[in-house]
């Protein structure tokens, strides 16, 4: 089992960027495969980026490729969320995921409790 915390949500205009951090508490934290999901209002939580344990692999959703970028440091037990260009679209509450399984868009079993994040336009 590990324990997400997620934060650096917030308010921002259209093209600007936030930057997400998901801290773990679990010793075992360099063995999981990272993600982000997100869910907006009324809409189904939907799986953003992947990241595979060692931080070689990396996977994301076509929405967000070449905005967005998912980095892991086993030695911080933290994984980032930097996301840049944000578009209205982008508003939603972002989740933390952890999974053992491996670069996959199906999320573990594992959540943090998610940060809002707001593009205005």
């Known amino acids: 089992q590990v324990q997400l915390v997620e934060s650096g949500g917030g308010l921002v205009q259209a093209g600007g960027s936030l930057r997400l951090s998901c801290a773990a508490s679990s010793r075992t934290f360099r063995w999981y495969n990272m993600g982000w999901f997100r869910q907006a209002p009324g809409k189904e939580r939907e799986f953003v980026a992947v990241i595979t344990w060692n931080g070689g692999s990396t996977l994301y959703a076509d929405s967000v490729k070449g905005r967005f970028t998912i980095s892991k440091d086993n030695a911080k037990s933290t994984v980032w969320l930097q996301m840049n260009s944000l578009k209205p679209e982008d508003t939603a509450v972002y989740y933390c995921?952890?999974?053992?399984?491996?670069?996959?868009?199906?999320?573990?079993?594992?959540w943090g409790q998610g940060t809002q994040v707001t593009v205005s336009s």
């Open positions: 995921n952890a999974n053992l399984v491996g670069l996959t868009t199906t999320p573990g079993p594992n």
